[in-house]
Every structure is written in structure tokens, then in C-alpha cells.
């Protein structure tokens, strides 16, 4: 979930990138001043915390006595991380074979309010493919979906809304840099050593690409390989 630290600076979770890890560092060096109570809000649900989780808004405002978090929200330095297209894809298919396709979509369910009846998960469209080999499962998001990555992308870090898009593939080094930017102070010791956190499941292979997928992966998701520097190769 997102998470507002005690200096202002804002993390957002993009799932499947590294950011239950990240969650437990900010966590564990005691830098958290607020959460928000969705595992994966985008940019848009974090900026309008009062529209989307007014409940949760008037109880932090009151925690904190304060009138301005609102304001320190939307002023604050935020960071996120990315993935690798195809490194992402495999994750997800992983991840979701190894929990049996629970539909963490349908549990958002539970959220509903009079004020929120929309309940809301990026993943809910992957999600609804339902178990399948990799390969089916890739070729209902290439035909049904094309770009799907770019898309989430693009509501967690639009250009220009972001001030520090990390990657998954040097999430140590790049955390550390973001809390650096943001003028954080931890134990980079303690960070280097934290163990991974909410891994895909081990018994799961890491799946075969055809040719003619990857490629369209490629071409799709244009806009990720190019503006966050990625290669053809994962």
C-alpha cells in the first residue's frame, strides 16, 4: 500500500515490483507516518485521499491533529518502482498460480460504502483471464489488452508526476538513492541485508516465452522499454 513518511515524502505500490520489500525497510526503520488502507492505490487514489477513503482521512487528520495533510499529500516528494515487461508478466502468472487465482479484486467487495461503491484493483482485468498456461494466458492480454502494463504504468507514475521511478531489477541501490533525494537517513547495512519479501512462489517455473509473444510484449509496451530504459531481453 502507499505509504506517507514522517519527512512528507510518499511511496506508491505498484504491484508486483518490489514493493512489499520496500514496505517492510520504511517500515522496520521506522520512517512510516501513514498508510493507506487499499494494498495498490494509484496516483490518483493517493492524491484524493478524502474523495476516495474519506473515513480513513478523517480519522489520520484527527491522529494527527492536523488540517494540512491533504496539503502534505499532494506537496509531497514521491517514488515508485517498475519492471521489466516481460519480467512483470511472468511475475504476475507466477504469483497468481502459486495463490490459485484468488481474486483480490472480489475482496475489494468489502470495501463497499454508501460514499465508495466502486471497489477497485489494477490488476482486475488479468485477474478475470482466469487460470491458464502462460502462453494462453499471454495471448488473452496481447488480444484483449494490448499495452496493459503501459496503462498501469501510467496511473501510478504519469510523466512528470513523479519525482523518482526506481526499478525493480536495482531495487536496493534505487531505494536507497530515492531516500537519499528525499532526504532520508537510514541503516543502508540493515537495508542491504533484508531478505526478499512476498516472492513469487518458488514451485512455480518461471515460464517459457514463444517468439511471436515476447515480441508483441515488446512492441505493445513500447512506451515502459522506452522511457524507463529497458531491453529486449529481460
Known amino acids: 500500500m ?10 506508491l505500490h505498484i504491484p508486483k515490483t518490489g514493493g512489499s520489500w520496500v514496505r517492510h525497510i520504511l517500515r522496520e526503520q521506522g520512517l512510516v507516518k501513514m498508510e493507506w488502507p487499499h494494498p495498490h492505490p494509484d496516483l490518483d487514489r493517493v492524491l484524493n485521499l478524502p474523495r476516495y477513503y474519506p473515513l480513513h482521512f478523517a480519522k489520520q487528520s484527527a491522529k494527527y491533529q492536523s488540517l494540512q495533510l491533504h496539503r502534505e499529500i499532494q506537496s509531497s516528494y514521491k517514488f515508485c518502482f517498475v519492471r521489466h515487461p516481460h519480467s512483470w508478466y511472468e511475475s504476475y502468472w507466477r504469483f497468481m498460480q502459486g495463490h490459485d487465482w ?18 477497485w484493483h489494477p490488476n482486475a482485468f488479468l485477474e478475470q483471464i482466469g487460470r491458464r498456461e502462460f502462453t494462453s494466458f499471454m495471448r488473452t492480454v ?7 502494463l503501459t496503462q498501469m504504468y501510467g496511473w501510478y507514475a504519469p510523466p512528470g508526476e513523479i519525482d523518482f521511478v526506481g526499478r525493480t531489477e536495482s531495487l536496493v541501490d ?3 538513492k530515492a531516500l537519499d533525494l528525499a532526504g532520508i537517513a537510514v541503516d543502508e547495512e540493515a537495508v542491504r541485508n533484508t531478505d526478499k519479501v512476498n516472492t513469487s512462489p518458488g514451485r512455480i517455473e518461471r ?7 515476447r515480441m508483441a510484449v515488446r512492441r505493445l509496451e513500447a512506451p515502459v522499454f522506452e522511457r524507463f530504459g529497458y531491453k529486449l531481453t529481460a
Open 207 to 213: 515460464p517459457e516465452w514463444e517468439n511471436d509473444l
Open 142 to 148: 496481447v488480444e484483449d489488452y494490448p499495452g496493459y
Open 102 to 119: 484468488k481474486s483480490f479484486h472480489k475482496e475489494r467487495q468489502r470495501e463497499r460504502t454508501i460514499l465508495l461503491k466502486r471497489p
Open 174 to 176: 534505487d531505494l536507497l
Open 2 to 11: 502507499a505509504a506517507l513518511l514522517e519527512n512528507g515524502a510518499l511511496f
